[in-house]
């Protein structure tokens, strides 16, 4: 399964916007752009860029929109 990086960015009108930037089949590959592109982001630019382990990219897409609930923390592991 390759991985997939994408450009995430908040779009007032429709919510999250996904630009599919590139695909790798070589996880160091996928890594080393998505560091390059974080810091070579302008400031001004609100945007973050992510990077999915997924079979295409339709599935990439859905993982990425969706909202995961937050892990309940039990009293005893705090």
Not at 10 to 36: I, N, S, W, Y
Not at 40 to 62: G, H, L, Q, S, W
Request: positive net charge.
């Amino acid at each position: 399964m390759p991985y997939f990086v994408y450009k995430i960015s908040q779009d007032p009108e429709l919510g999250k916007k996904l630009d599919h930037v590139d695909t790798f089949d070589v996880f160091k590959e996928a890594m080393k752009l998505c560091r390059t592109m974080r810091a070579e982001k302008p400031a001004a630019e609100n945007y973050e860029v992510r990077m999915i382990f997924a079979k295409d990219t339709r599935e990439a897409r859905r993982l990425l929109t969706t909202t995961r609930k937050a892990s309940q923390v039990e009293e005893w592991e705090v």
